[in-house]
């Protein structure tokens, strides 16, 4: 049975505005690889995958079989988040089996999310220059 699934995420392919030098067809690193890796995964058992990301003016609605879809966004920071969460959770449909690929992008929580991953680090994005350990 083909079921679609929705991997939800902040930024999937191209370039967000942090990131220098990263081309449109480009996935920024291992969090992105990862997230792909699963799309590959649910496409070879049949199903239908698509990531739901923030616009980042990419112009590519697929990648190797991965629909996307962008969603605009509003503010910075935690407003943009909070926009981004919402935008998400209502243009998925109820019957697509929801992956956040983030706890963060689950709040607030207004409809089910079927499975979430957390990634380990983030001091390696730009905005979390600031971190220190100690």
């Known amino acids: ?15 967000p505005s942090q990131y220098s030098g990263v ?21 070879d058992e049949g199903h239908e995958v698509t990531v739901y990301q923030q616009d980042t003016g990419n112009p590519n609605d697929e990648y190797d079989g991965i629909e996307i879809e962008y969603l605009s966004t509003v503010g910075s ?9 919402l935008q998400w959770q209502r243009v998925v449909s109820q019957d697509e089996i929801v992956y956040v690929h983030s706890p963060e992008y689950a709040i607030p929580n207004l409809r089910p ?4 991953n957390q990634q380990g680090i983030t001091w390696d994005v730009p905005s979390s220059r600031n971190l220190t350990t100690g």
């Open 1 to 15: 049975m083909t079921e679609q699934f929705a991997l939800v995420t902040d930024t999937f392919l191209g370039n």
């Open 113 to 116: 999310v079927d499975a979430l």
């Open 77 to 85: 920071g935690t407003a943009e988040l909070l926009s981004f969460n």
């Open 23 to 43: 081309e449109a067809s480009d996935m920024i690193g291992g969090a992105e690889v990862n997230l792909y890796r699963i799309g590959q995964i649910l496409l």
